[in-house]
């Protein structure tokens, strides 16, 4: 369930804009959004910006929701991106993008809510056309 868990993440974080998610990895999707705008009060409507083209923007809810996002699916800890465990559960179709995950590696911040946002931002300029935030 875990490696689901993850995979369902990195669909939506870095992912096809046509693919459709159905079943368990829309549901676990949608419990982990929901949880992190909780917990942050993210406006959604920046995560909707994004979605439809925007740059990530330095706002401070958004970088702590992608914190939230990432660190609940494993994907950082201690401040720290797993690029591996995230190029791990990547679909085929987008192992295309593991060399430029790699370079980006952890893109250190002033504070691990600056270090997921930073490292999302080097992701999506690697593969604008690709990326997707939940």
């Not at 689901?4 to 982990?32: H, I, N, P």
């Not at 559960?89 to 993008?97: A, Y």
């Not at 997921?116 to 992701?123: P, R």
Request: net charge negative; hydrophobic share 45%; proline share 1%.
């Amino acid at each position: 369930m875990e490696g689901y868990f993850g995979l369902c993440v990195v669909l939506m974080s870095l992912t096809v804009r046509t693919l459709a998610l159905d079943g368990e990895m829309a549901e676990l999707a949608k419990m982990l959004r929901d949880n992190c705008v909780d917990e942050t009060g993210v406006d959604v409507a920046l995560i909707d910006k994004v979605n439809a083209g925007a740059d990530l923007m330095g706002d401070g809810k958004l970088k702590c929701y992608i914190k939230c996002v990432m660190e609940t699916a494993g994907m950082m800890s201690e401040g720290a991106v797993d690029v591996e465990a995230v190029i791990a559960v990547l679909p085929p179709e987008l192992l295309k993008h593991a060399d430029q995950l790699r370079t980006c590696g952890t893109q250190k911040g002033s504070d691990d809510c600056d270090t997921a946002f930073l490292t999302q931002s080097c992701w999506q300029k690697a593969s604008k056309s690709d990326y997707i935030l939940i």
